[in-house]
């Protein structure tokens, strides 16, 4: 045996010894992952995060997050002798004094924005093929609270070098606190320390966003890691898939190489865009203070459907027995995204109690096969963008010469009707899809080649698809399991009646071929 | 023909196709030798971002067509870490991808749901263990237990409650007084009603009293706009119109929507545009919302000139500035 051998084994002796991990490194080391890029969109999510705790931790070091008022004197001389905060001036230094500063502060930026991509990707492939259905409704509510931490975060990340551009951001988030009925404006001024902007603000959003906040999202992460671990991955349907394997390949040496060589993959890109792309110049903007601003105010792309709801929302207040209520603020700032949220953490529950269907799934769905769902994903899509349209509507007047009046009817109007059409839509081209893979499976692919019959007829030759194709496009439906039948008790009153015509809705099918159709037409054609 | 429906059958796993690498040693030695050249890449990678961090001045720019100045070191440190990390990321993928095994797995799933016998005995456990604590039997202690429990969270709320001062009446008022004198922002000179031409534009604040400091909290509540229009241009009432000085009008530049510094001013149509949500206020209308989330106009700040001629508030704002708030009273606008 070579010494490096011997040394090896001996510190595995060392670490069973007192662990008895071998019994189960010994099994998971083979663990079997299934192969699909459309799972790689989670593994990014860890990757980025992976690159904004170590790009972030060297921020902190020259990062200080403090108010107090100084004068700069740093090297970018268009603002030598400008007062400003110890935030600001710090920020300024890590950009233009710290070696690879100003590299890891783009990094850091751009690392969030892939981060909130990510998780925004990976939260619809989820969603449009079902992965998120029994037994995995835990780890769709864990990934909710994941997408909403990370608006949080990504907000207060931009918002610590107190520049004029996050500081405008900051006073609409307190504006928007302060709005609350009855206690706003106490819990504005218990946030701020008393009045905007303060000095207590920057510090305190420092230390929940360096520690509170990674730290929670260090929890999430690791049980929606070893839920998905123990649970197995999903797998999408194929010949030789079932409900009951998982098939894939192996994690050591293979899901180590992949997994471990896409992180640097990540890290690589990430340090691309660092290096060449030119992200949030703070320098730019100047040191905040209340009464300026900088044309073209944008918040990161993931708040900026926020500000496009709040932007298009109506002039409306009450004001009655001494008292306001700022709907204009409220509805679109907090009610909305409220309802969006509780939709989204619920929507397993309400898809099963929908179906009644209880079963646990582990074969994922291609997304035509759940018309509804797909639909509903593409709605909240379409609203989602509308919204973030207008929250770009001065960028887009300026550069498409549209006038941010008709940017904002538009907004105004089409977010109530474009989603409903966008349903219609998406839901006729998943039937339609069936009805394409119905076609194959039945009469095969066309082939372009073009046959004369004896009488002068043209035909185009077909030829069968593969035995693994028309598995594929047939697996999907066990004729009456999905959905489920309701038992009658379930359909009674208002509740059971609404739950019958939603399941009736989810029953619009167009059935999958069977091998007797295959059969029963080719005797038509004989 | 039967009635039975017959479905198609799932033709199991398809056949493992071997890689060239698998059945070739040469393509194998190919493969071997492009995973080297990858890693053997990031190496440089590393090497050059220790060679521009040493050795390239951080104060080097050139220009560079697209990303436009550019700072040297930045660049080349970045370039270098991100072959460091891409490199040895594509080798590892290469190696995977090429030289594994490549021949796909079956493991089998188990149910979650535990055997019948379990949850069983989990149920009996837990009620007989429940009942070993005794807390169906003791309703003093579960109350009493309750009551604590619902009232332990509390301590850390009353806590917080030093995390800042009450709102009192910060938010009612402002630092304008009858006679105070508008101060240009930033230079801080007063203002003489001759010096503002028509069509101009000024940022201003209030003298503040000795002793007082000009925070940021008070510059967000004080900001004044100072614009001067055409007298004939308005079209107000005439106490508003009285407001004015020759032409010369006055509005806090606070947006009531979510407090921005309403800063766009547009001089042909006399409209006044706050650059975060795009509400609009016509200012020859006393600031009237004409399009845009804002409920409310910009409040109109009363001016005058002293005896020195100098502009001065002729009173203080009668509203509340800035964003809605609870306790705020609209009851005469």
Partial sequence: MKTSQKVAGAAANYVDERTGAAKWLKKNLTKVFPDHWSFMLGEICLYSFIILLLTGTFLTFWFDPSQREVVYHGSYLPLSGIHMSAAYDSTLHLSFDVR??????????????????????????????????????????????????????????????DDLLSGTGIRIAEAILQAIPVVGSYLAFFAFGGPFPGTAFIPRIFIVHVLLLPGLFLALITIHLMLVWYQKHTQYPGPGRTEKNVVGYPLMPVYMAKAGGFFFVVFGVTA???????????????????????????????????????RAAPPLETHAFGHTISWNILIPGLIIPGILFTGMALYPFIESWISGDKREHHLLDRPRNAPNRTALGVTAIT?????????????????????????????????????????????????????????????????????????????????????????????????????????????????????????RANAVQIPAPTLSDLKELGEAHH | MSNQIERFQDPGLPEHVHRNADVDPRAAKRAEQQIAILFLLSAVGTILTIVSYIYIKSTTFFYLP???????????????????????GLGAIQWAKKLMPDEEVIAERHEFRSEEVDREELVETFKERAGASGIGRRSLIKRSLGLSLGLVGLSPLVLLRDTGPLPGKFLNTTNWAAGTRLLRDPDGQPILASDIEVGAVTQVLPELSAGMERTLENTGKDAVLLLRLRPEDFNLDPER??????GIIAFSKICTHMGCAVALYEQQTHHLLC?????????????KVIFGPAARPLPQLAITVNADGYLIAKQPFTLPIGPSFWERNSSNG
């Fill in chain 1, 383 to 503: 609203f989602i963008l509308i919204s973030l349209l207008n929250g770009g509507n001065d960028i887009i007047a300026t550069h498409f010469h549209l006038t941010i009046n008709g940017i904002m009817w538009f907004t105004r109007i089409g977010l109530f009707t474009i989603p409903p059409i966008a349903f219609v839509i998406t839901k006729r081209i998943c039937l339609s899809l069936q009805r394409a893979d119905r076609d194959l499976v039945l009469h095969g692919r066309e082939t372009g080649r073009l046959v004369m019959m004896p009488n002068g007829e043209m035909l185009e030759v077909h030829e069968p698809i593969s035995d693994a194709q028309k598995w594929t496009l047939t697996q999907h439906q066990t004729p009456g399991a999905l959905p489920a039948p309701l038992p009658a008790s379930a359909t009674v009153g208002i509740k059971g009646k609404i739950r019958a015509r939603l399941n």
């Fill in chain 2, 241 to 246: 119109l009285s407001w004015t000085h020759e």
């Fill in chain 2, 66 to 88: 697209v990303m436009g100045r550019t700072n040297l070191q930045q660049l080349l440190l970045g370039i270098g870490l991100t072959a460091a990390t891409l490199f040895i």
């Fill in chain 1, 100 to 161: 690879g500063g100003l590299l890891m502060r783009q990094i850091h930026h751009w690392a969030a924005l892939i981060f909130m991509s990510a998780i925004v990707a990976h939260l619809f492939r989820v969603f449009f093929t079902g992965a998120y259905r029994k037994p995995r409704e835990f780890n769709w509510l864990i990934g909710v609270g994941l997408l909403t931490f990370g608006i949080v975060e990504g907000f207060l990340g931009y918002s610590l070098p």
């Fill in chain 1, 272 to 310: 691309f865009l660092g290096a060449v792309a030119s992200i949030n110049p703070i320098w730019l903007y100047g040191p905040y203070t209340p009464g300026q601003i900088s044309a073209g105010s944008q918040p990161d792309w993931y708040m900026g459907w926020l500000d496009g709801l709040v």
């Fill in chain 2, 275 to 287: 650059p975060c949500h795009q509400s609009t206020f016509d200012v020859t209308r006393g600031a």
